[in-house]
């Protein structure tokens, strides 16, 4: 069997690239470095050549709050572009297994906790990353046309907050936990009194180690065949504020914390009901504090030679 993973380099997919590794696999590893999935003629050439058994398609436009309300054009159009491209060219070359990783922010806004797979399309989407939430949702839904029409066994997989190495630890245009890592190991090395951060603190949210979703997708790659996505999460949520917190703690930081509550919040709460991840044998292993305290680890190494 002959594995291709894209976005290789970033969070996920280097998870994905370790585990596959770790279980004697070799796979392949594009990203945009030597394929620009943009260019459809490009990436039909290249999978084409390559004729993989399975793509792991982690390759996305991803960031915060800010970066989605700012550049929601090229959220949803680089995004429909990329995935799309890849998934034709998979059917060309007559991919057998085919996994795509969407986001729990597919989920309407005001749905009901724990978030099951069923939510999906039964309300209005958070405003601040709707044009993200769509292109994954035409993602999902390209899955299954493909499952449809032709018969593929391909699958959805959405997946809660992630985090760990290899992430955008940008401070405006990262996700909410390393862009957090980000703002209080700067304000530990400048020795700062106080830290501001967006909102007021109170949402909730769930988070796991891309590790761990690595592991749950080569399970999925076994056990999994349907049209229904699959979530992937602890089911277990802690407010931003609780999260800061230990993020502060973790990273030796003893000033004061702000919330600049005229900043965005974003969605109130989303924890994932993962039942049905569960049910095939998953479990996340790795501990949000454990996970956080390598994290930072993992940042400070990579931060002091220019990578993070």
Request: proline share 5%.
């Amino acid at each position: 069997m002959k594995y291709l993973v894209a976005g290789a380099t970033g969070l996920a997919g280097s998870a994905v690239m370790r585990a596959l590794e770790s279980a004697g696999i070799h796979p392949i590893g594009i990203s945009s470095s030597n394929l620009n999935l943009l260019d459809r003629s490009a990436t039909f050439s290249f999978i084409l050549e390559h004729r993989p058994d399975v793509i792991i398609d982690a390759a996305a436009r991803v960031g915060g709050i800010g970066a989605n309300s700012e550049l929601p054009v090229e959220f949803i159009s680089e995004n429909l572009q990329m995935q799309v491209n890849l998934m034709d060219a998979a059917h060309q070359a007559s991919v057998e297994q085919f996994v795509f990783l969407g986001s729990a922010c597919i989920y309407p806004k005001f749905c009901e906790q724990p978030i099951r797979e069923e939510s999906l399309l039964t309300g209005l989407l958070e405003p601040t990353n709707s044009a993200y939430a769509i292109a994954k949702i035409a993602g999902l839904e390209t899955i299954n046309a493909y499952r449809k029409q032709f018969g593929k066994k391909w699958i959805s997989i959405m997946p809660t907050n992630l985090y760990g190495p290899n992430d955008n630890f940008d401070e405006l245009s990262g996700h909410v936990l390393p862009s957090l890592i980000a703002k209080f190991e700067r304000a530990r090395r400048e020795n700062a009194r106080k830290v501001v951060l967006w909102g007021s603190g109170l949402p909730r949210r769930e988070f796991l180690h891309a590790d761990d979703l690595a592991q749950a997708i080569l399970l999925c790659l076994e056990k999994y065949d349907s049209s229904m996505p699959i979530n992937v999460g602890v089911g277990e949520d802690i407010t931003i504020k609780e999260l800061a917190g230990m993020i502060a703690e973790e990273s030796g930081f003893k000033g004061e914390v702000i919330w600049d509550r005229t900043k965005p919040d974003g969605t109130p709460r989303r924890v994932l009901e993962v039942s049905r991840i569960k049910t095939l044998g998953w479990m996340p292993k790795i501990e949000l504090r454990d996970g956080i305290s390598e994290t930072i680890s993992w940042f400070r190494n990579n931060y002091s030679k220019g990578l993070a």
